[in-house]
């Protein structure tokens, strides 16, 4: 749990969801957990609380917010329609990581909504988040509790990290289970996946018993569509998997500071990375989904200025790890940095050395062993 983090003051910090619906009735941002990753939550309804979202994220007002509800029985009261499909869906994972994009009702404001007749709701599958939801009774309007286009926080201490004082309230409810936003899905026609997440394709096709595409660069404007976001302040360089450890150590020898996301099938390999920060991926899609931003974080946190990774193959949760990654690239993707990383491999609940100093122990990682 996070305590006397920077520019946040620690009685600002804590579990009262009470005193958290009362800050959003207030019109003021109270930062809470959800399975997937934290959010920067206000009054859907208050315009004000609202815009402030956006200004403190420093969000362009175009791109639209979530709004997360208590239950699906609230649904019909923010869409103009519920087709069978959405039903279809928020039958089978809501509470959970999707989100519906549907026609806007007439209670939501067009600041939600970055001025479109659609609005995106989802019902998160977090004891805190329901319980907050619960409380208010209200929707809430929430991105992910982070400055625009870096990192999304995965717990609560990445928010103080981020926002700072800039938050009113933060519910501290630990690490995110899931690790990725939210899977959105476009329902206002044949259904599409707008941003890859925490349900997969699969699962979505198996639900609605149809081909469910992912159309990424659609024209409807969905959270997390900007060429560069989640992205760490090093640089994000993507090879083909087996092209790795060659170009990382090709980085290193020009005295370059290097991190390396290590793909599994490569793990035997770490050796070669010394003097370079390496993360041997878990060879789960979910446990990799889960600790994403959290390596993100790491190489940052050690100062490295260019990340080598691959992208997974598109199948399951590899899909919207795969997008998390790209998009962390960018357009910065080809340039690299500086000298020496400290040398270990961790994968799992496992940490090694592969030479070199300044090896960290387990506690250093946010959530190395698994809590879920």
């Known amino acids: 749990m996070m305590s006397d983090q920077p520019g946040i003051a620690p009685e ?11 800050t959003l009735r207030a019109g003021g941002l109270v930062a809470f957990p959800t399975e997937t990753v934290y959010g920067l939550g206000a009054d859907a309804e208050n315009v004000d609380a609202v815009e402030r979202v956006f200004a403190v ?4 007002s175009t791109h639209p917010l979530i709004v997360h509800l208590s239950g699906a029985r609230q649904l019909p009261d923010w869409v103009a329609e519920v087709p069978d499909a959405a039903r279809r869906v928020a039958d089978r994972f809501w509470p959970g990581p999707v989100t519906l994009v549907l026609r806007r009702g007439r209670r939501v404001p067009r600041a939600v909504t970055g001025g479109l007749e659609t609005v995106a709701l989802r019902v998160p599958d977090h004891p805190v988040a329901r319980a907050l939801l619960t409380a208010f009774g209200g929707g809430v309007a929430a991105p992910s509790a982070n400055r625009f286009g870096s990192v999304s926080p995965t717990a609560a201490a990445h928010v103080g990290d981020g926002l ?23 329902l206002t026609g044949a259904p599409a996946i707008l941003r890859p997440g925490g349900v997969t394709r699969e699962d979505l096709e198996r639900a609605l018993g149809c081909s469910v595409p992912v159309r990424a660069r659609s024209a409807v404007r969905v959270p997390g569509q900007h060429p560069s976001h989640y992205a760490p302040r090093a640089r994000v360089v993507l090879v083909e998997p087996g092209q790795v450890i060659g170009h990382a150590e090709y980085l290193a020898a020009q005295g370059r500071r290097v991190g390396v996301l290590l793909p599994p099938e490569f793990a035997g390999g770490a050796g070669a990375c010394a003097g370079q920060r390496v993360i041997a991926v878990p060879d789960s899609g ?8 959290e390596f993100l974080r790491d190489f940052d946190r050690h100062e490295c200025e260019v990340v080598v990774a691959s992208v997974p193959t598109p ?15 960018g357009s910065r993707s080809q340039t690299a940095a500086t000298p020496g990383c400290s040398a270990v491999a961790e994968r799992g609940d496992e940490v090694f050395e592969v030479g070199g100093a300044g090896c960290f122990d387990q506690d250093e990682i946010v959530g190395t062993k698994d809590s879920t």
Not at 167 to 186: F, K, M, W
Not at 286 to 293: H, P, Q, T
């Open 12 to 22: 600002r910090v804590g579990l009262d969801v009470e005193r958290a619906a009362g």
């Open 57 to 60: 994220k420093g969000r362009p």
């Open 164 to 186: 700072g004082a800039d938050v009113d309230y933060v519910l501290d409810g630990g690490p995110c289970a899931v690790g990725v936003e939210s899977t959105i899905v476009d």
């Open 286 to 293: 979910a446990r990799y989904a889960r600790r994403l931003f």
């Open 315 to 329: 199948d399951g949760l590899g899909l919207a790890i795969a997008d998390r990654l790209r998009r962390a690239a």
